[in-house]
C-alpha cells in the first residue's frame, strides 16, 4: 500500500531536433506526493520543468515511466468513452502561466466556471462560491477575460481549475507574469484553497522565492534531471548541489552580489553557459 497521491516514476522524454538528433528534455525524473501535499520543481528556463508538468496531465507522452494517482496508473493517452475521460480530469488538474491561451474570450467569469461545472456534472450555482473562493467579487463575475487583471484573470483560471474538484493541481509558472505584490497575492490563495480542500499542489517555477512559499518538498531540475530534491526550507537553507547553489546565488536577496553569482555560475559551467 502507498500513502501517495501522485507518484511519478522514471519519466523521460526526448524530443526530436528539427535539424536531425534528439533532445533529452527529461530523464528519469521521479517522485512522490502525498494527499494534500505540495511538492515544488525548479530549475532554469529550459531545465525540462514544463515538459514534467506536461507529462502529469497527458499533454506530453512520456517516452518510458508511469504516472500513479491514488495508487491507479494513468494510462499515457486519453481514455475513451465520456465518464472516463472525465474521472481522469479530475484526478489532475492544471493551470499555465498565461490564463489568456486557457480561457475562452467570449465567456464571463461566471459563464466560464458554469461551462466546466456542467461539463462535469455539478451543479452550475457552485459558479458563484467557486468565484468567493478565489476572491473576485460580483464585478468580476460578469467580466471577460480582456476585462480582467492578470492576476484576476489567473484567479480564474484556478477556480476553473478547481471547479471539477481535483486532486492534484498543476501550476506551471502560474505567477511569473505577475507583478511580485500581486504573485504574493495568489501564493496567499493557493495556500488559503489547500487547507480548504486538501488539493495536492505541483509547483511549478523558474523562481525559488515563490517555490518557498508554496511548498515543502522541492525537486531542483537542471538539463533534464533532478540535481537535488529533499524540504523546501532545508534545499533553501543548506543547498548541496553546486547547481542549487547557483540558483540561489542568481536570486536578487539583501546583500546579493551579482559577482558572486556570476562567479558561481563560471565555476559550475565554465565553458558552456546554458
Ligand atoms: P522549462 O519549462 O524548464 O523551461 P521545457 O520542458 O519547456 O523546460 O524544455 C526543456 C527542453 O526541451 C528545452 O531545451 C526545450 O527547447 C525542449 N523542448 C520543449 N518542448 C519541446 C518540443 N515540443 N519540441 C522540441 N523541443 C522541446
Ligand atoms: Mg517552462
Known sequence: MTTHLLEAAGLSKTYPLPGGGSHQAATDVTFAVPPGGALGIVGESGSGKTTVARMLVGLVRPDHGTITVAGRARSPRPPRGRSARLARAREIQMVFQDPYVSLDPRLTATQCLRTALRLHDRGEANAAELLDRVGLGPREADARPRDLSGGQRQRLAIARALAVDPRILVLDEAVAAL?????????????????????????????????????????????????????????????????????????PTEGWDPTTAARARESLNPTNPT
Not at 540535481?227 to 548541489?241: A, F, H, I, K, M
Open 179 to 251: 507583478d511580485v505584490s500581486i504573485q504574493a497575492q495568489i501564493l496567499q490563495l493557493l495556500t488559503e484553497i489547500r487547507e480548504e480542500t486538501g488539493v495536492a499542489l505541483v509547483f511549478v517555477s523558474h523562481d525559488l522565492a515563490v517555490v518557498r512559499h508554496v511548498t515543502e518538498e522541492v525537486l531542483v531540475m537542471r538539463r533534464g534531471k533532478v540535481v537535488e530534491r529533499g524540504p523546501t526550507s532545508r534545499v533553501l537553507s543548506s543547498p548541496q548541489d553546486p547547481y542549487t547553489r547557483l540558483l540561489l546565488a542568481s536570486v
